[in-house]
């Protein structure tokens, strides 16, 4: 069976720091891992994903995340924070049994201060 | 290109009640998934559609249920609400393919007193 983790509810940085939101997970067999970010009052809104190839991605708003198959993690990161990019990350994995519906890690808040 | 749509955007329900959500997937897209969002939960995958056809469920009690018309448009009913069925409801829309990425749609919150 597949999960993710976030190990961290609340990730805080300074506006213009590079930052970084933490995903663990664990799949049988080649994981599918997803980014999204939830502004408030507004659905998922997607970032990156990783399939196969190169294992640092790069997507939308300058976000990028390093596939890391020997620490099973996808952190996300950014090289300098905007205030706008303050919102709710979910990390999320295929289901590795052949859907294709995702599970999600429980989210990190991310707040970028001015 | 118009996102995923979903109708109605808030609702207030009573206990006992019954509800349908609807959503309009990215044009060309042929799967729509459903997923709820709670606060203690998280998000959760109830279930998906392809061609009309259920192909995967989650956990959910019988009491949710969906359908898929010819146009890829979807409906979800809650029958019977309960007040932890409080929450956002999310749809998903994807093209055909193992490696296609789910684009959501800003969901449903749906309120039930």
């Known amino acids: 069976a597949q999960s993710v983790a976030q190990p961290e509810d609340q990730v805080n940085v300074a506006e213009g720091n590079p930052l970084t939101v933490k995903c663990t997970y664990s799949v049988s067999g080649n994981p599918y891992l997803f980014w999204y970010v939830q502004y ?13 190839g190169d294992n640092l991605v790069k997507g939308s708003y300058g976000f990028e995340a390093e596939f890391n198959k020997s620490q099973t993690s996808f952190h996300l990161k950014k090289p300098s924070a905007l205030v706008s990019d303050s919102a709710l990350y979910f990390c999320a994995v295929r289901d590795d ?6 599970f999600f890690g429980t989210g990190t808040r991310l707040t970028v201060i001015p | 290109k118009a996102g995923v749509t979903q109708t109605p955007r808030y609702l ?12 309009s997937p990215i044009s060309g897209h042929r799967s729509v998934s459903w997923y709820q969002q709670t606060p203690g939960q998280g998000l959760q995958f ?5 061609s009309e056809t259920q192909r995967n469920k989650g ?18 009913n809650v029958s019977t609400l309960e007040l932890g069925d409080s929450a956002l409801y999310l749809c998903a829309s994807r093209r055909a393919g193992v490696q296609e990425t789910q684009y959501f749609g800003p969901g449903t919150r749906l309120l039930v007193l």
């Not at chain 1, 408030?40 to 196969?52: A, D, M, V």
């Not at chain 2, 207030?12 to 959503?23: N, P």
């Not at chain 2, 009690?61 to 018309?69: E, K, L, T």
Request: aromatic fraction near 14%.
């Open chain 2, 59 to 76: 956990n959910f009690p019988g009491r949710f249920s969906g359908r898929q018309f010819s146009n890829s448009r979807s409906e979800m």
């Open chain 1, 40 to 52: 408030p009052n507004r659905g998922l809104q997607f970032l990156l994903k990783y399939i196969t």
């Open chain 2, 12 to 23: 207030i329900k009573t206990r006992g009640q019954q509800v349908t959500l609807s959503c």
């Open chain 2, 46 to 50: 109830l279930f998906e559609y392809f």
């Open chain 1, 97 to 102: 049994g052949g859907a294709n519906n995702l």
